[in-house]
């Protein structure tokens, strides 16, 4: 079912190829747009593309792109201008997570973590912002509840979230006046592969229906993108009805 307010126009989103990327582009596709998908893995972009065009009858363009890669997130975000004629959504989504204590985390790992959710995320930004402002489109951010509350088991993960949703919502106060809206989605749990770095999916940990699903988020990423001048939302927190039990 089409979106009035999203059929026909064009999505970015990075981190496409699993989990909430691969439920946002067949969200937003379902509602009508055309979609780029960015992620390192080609060959689930591909297969992820065909699904979407046969299921939803939009285009997919598939950009392998490394978010890390200040270039390849600027080609990103050209050749999905020169595709569809304009920029109306960015997804910034690609992230990931280890588990490392701080006293043990390799600084590969430590570094790996800060460019992908950090530098990703601003190169995103960065590249995608002109285009946003000529459509008053929307950008939004994967944040985390990580990103909201300390997490002991993983803090340079959770830094990296604090710096995803002080970024946005700072962002959010800087380019407002040039119409366009920024959003931070903040999940806590998603049963994804998210966490398979460090040898721990939340897919193998958590049972269906025990946690918050890719579609659950991708539906809140659909809202936050249906948005238009005036209006925007700041942020969607999306817990598990339990979260704060234990507190």
């Known amino acids: 079912m089409t979106d009035d307010s999203l059929d ?6 990075t981190g496409a190829s699993s989990g909430i990327g691969e439920a946002t582009a067949g969200a937003l596709a379902g509602a009508g747009m055309n979609v780029a998908l960015a992620a390192r893995r080609t060959e689930e972009l591909d297969a992820l593309a065909d699904a979407v065009e046969a299921e939803h009858d939009r285009e997919a363009l598939v950009v ?3 978010v890390t890669d200040e270039a390849q ?8 201008v020169e595709t569809f004629g304009g920029l109306d959504v960015v997804v910034a989504n690609a992230g990931m997570g280890t588990t490392e204590p701080v006293a043990e985390i390799p600084t590969e790992s430590y570094r790996r973590m800060m460019s992908v959710n950090v530098d990703g995320s601003f190169f995103t930004a960065r590249a995608a912002l002109p285009h946003l402002e000529e459509s008053s489109g929307n950008l939004i951010f994967m944040g985390s509840f990580a990103g909201q509350y300390p997490r002991p088991g993983a803090a340079v993960y959770a830094a990296t979230k604090w710096w995803t949703r002080g970024f946005a919502l700072s962002l959010e106060g800087s380019v407002g006046g ?4 920024v959003t931070v989605i903040n999940p806590t749990e998603v049963r994804t592969e998210f966490g398979s770095e ?9 049972a269906e229906d025990e946690v ?27 817990y598990r009805r339990d979260k704060f039990e234990h507190f």
């Open 8 to 13: 026909g126009k064009t999505a970015v989103i």
């Open 64 to 66: 392998p792109t490394d």
């Open 73 to 80: 997130v600027e080609a990103l975000i050209d050749e999905t």
């Open 178 to 181: 040039d119409g366009v809206a």
């Open 198 to 206: 460090s040898g721990d999916s939340q897919a193998e940990r958590f």
């Open 212 to 238: 918050t699903s890719p579609e659950t988020i991708a539906n809140a990423v659909r809202f936050a993108a249906s948005q238009h001048p005036p209006n925007t939302t700041s942020e969607i927190d999306l």
